[in-house]
């Protein structure tokens, strides 16, 4: 059942992304990277809107009569409030790359492992939800599709940042490398998050009567 797959698909989603927040606080304990920072913020707010979308499918698909204007104005608070988190979160972050000073960023490795496990486990999360949405569209799990493949393509910079922040932690190189990869970050929050706001109040707009 579509539905029950589905469902499963985005309990799991919550399940292993759960952890990756929380590594990462840890992480910034004895690492001062921004892109680690950026990359905790970012998946924090990744996370709320994984179980916002979880709890609205919950809700939408077990109605014993599907209500449509019930399922618009749920996916619109849900959006909302996602989008404006991320544009925070993304407003945040620019201050924080642009104005850190400190060069010495510590132990990076634990965001390193958390993003290179984020770019296997994304990737399959971004594959699974374009094969059910095919199967049967929906719009939850369509946008589910597109967010984890921005999250793919984002674990794949912020692994790279890392990467070379690990290997050369004192070298200038590596600070604009860190800057650059805080930067990207910030940078696809902001998108995102205009881009869902936008989005839902063009709807709202077409849907709305003249």
């Not at 958390?114 to 770019?119: D, K, N, R, T, W």
Request: charged share 15%; net charge positive; proline share 4%.
């Amino acid at each position: 059942m579509q539905y029950r797959s589905g469902e499963r698909t985005l309990r799991t989603a919550v399940i292993l992304s759960s952890p990756g927040p929380l590594v990462l606080g840890i992480g910034l304990i004895v690492g001062r990277s921004s892109t680690q920072l950026a990359d905790f913020i970012r998946r924090s707010a990744e996370l709320l809107a994984i179980i916002v979308s979880w709890i609205v499918f919950r809700l939408v698909h077990n109605a014993e009569q599907p209500d449509a204007a019930r399922r618009k104005h749920l996916e619109s608070i849900a959006n909302t409030s996602v989008g404006a988190a991320m544009c925070l979160s993304g407003g945040a972050l620019v201050l924080v790359a642009l104005f850190s000073s400190n060069t010495e960023k510590g132990n990076v490795v634990p965001g390193l492992i958390i993003a290179v496990l984020g770019v296997i486990t994304n990737a399959w999360f971004w594959l699974r939800y374009r094969q059910l949405d095919r199967t049967k569209p929906d719009a939850i799990l369509a946008v589910q599709s597109r967010l984890y493949r921005a999250k793919t393509l984002v674990d794949l910079c912020v692994a790279s940042a890392l990467l070379v922040v690990a290997l050369a932690p004192g070298s200038p190189g590596a600070w604009y490398v860190d800057l650059v990869g805080s930067l990207v970050v910030s940078v696809y929050l902001l998108i995102n998050g205009v881009t869902t706001i936008r989005t839902k109040a063009l709807k709202i707009s077409r849907s709305s009567p003249s």
